[in-house]
């Protein structure tokens, strides 16, 4: 499985700020996610994102919101927009297998406390 | 949009006893994951099941692929203090290159010594 290091791996944050979560990966990847876990909850997919496309937002999720860059096949950030107490919640990155049979494996996470 | 029931949601055990916890949709998958997640960590990946009616172990843990491919089940036999944490079941759909995993609710386990 690929190594997968996030920054920061955690942050308080202030209401109306915004900040920027960056993934790198020790290998090339073709894809990455970008999943939400809110307190006590599960994984929510925010968005796919492609090297050298625009990134695929899921429902709910929105590119003013979520600014997501891949400008290269080991990198990405995900940026949390103008946040709000509600958004606080570890964001992760991650990367399928070598083979793309489907598994995905996962960064530390980055908590983000917004107050 | 595609969910996944797991259950059940916490489980509290002694030491030794073993664990069974289950994943359930009203849709297909083409296949199941089972990760664990421990405080302040990413999901880890423990098995990956790709057939209907699958049966795969590792270590103490085994898991099988429905038959119907709308549920699979998740077993630790010998339960050891490491194994506390969050398990989560996870469904994959969709065509090659436009696939999404889908995450159940997640179950807690504890375990008392």
């Known amino acids: 499985s690929a190594v997968i290091s996030q920054k920061p791996s955690r942050d308080i944050c202030q209401r109306g700020t915004s900040l920027t979560i960056q993934c790198q990966v020790d290998s090339q990847v073709t894809m990455m996610f970008w999943y939400r876990q809110q307190p006590g909850q599960s994984l929510t997919l925010i968005a796919t994102a492609n090297q050298g496309s625009e990134a695929t937002y899921e429902s709910g999720f929105v590119i003013d919101k979520f600014p997501i860059s891949r400008p290269n096949l080991t990198f990405s950030t995900l940026t949390v927009s103008n946040m709000s107490p509600e958004d606080s919640s570890i964001y992760l990155c991650?990367?399928?297998?070598?083979?793309?049979?489907?598994?995905?494996?996962f960064g530390e996470g980055s908590r983000l406390t917004v107050l | 949009g595609q969910q996944l029931n797991q259950s059940p949601q916490s489980m509290f055990i002694q030491e030794g006893e073993d664990v069974s916890m289950n994943c359930t949709s009203s849709s297909i998958f083409n296949t199941w994951l089972w990760y664990k997640q421990d405080p302040g960590e990413g999901p880890v990946l423990l098995i990956a099941l790709y057939k209907a009616g699958e049966l795969t172990s590792n270590g103490r843990l085994t898991a099988q692929f429905g038959i119907t491919r709308k549920d699979s089940f998740l077993n630790i036999s010998a339960s050891i203090p490491s194994d506390v944490g969050i398990y989560f079941c996870a469904g994959l759909s969709g065509i090659q290159g436009a696939q999404k995993l889908v995450f159940g609710q997640g179950t807690r386990l504890t375990i008392n010594p």
């Open positions: 991650s990367v399928g297998g070598r083979y793309d049979t489907g598994e995905l494996f």
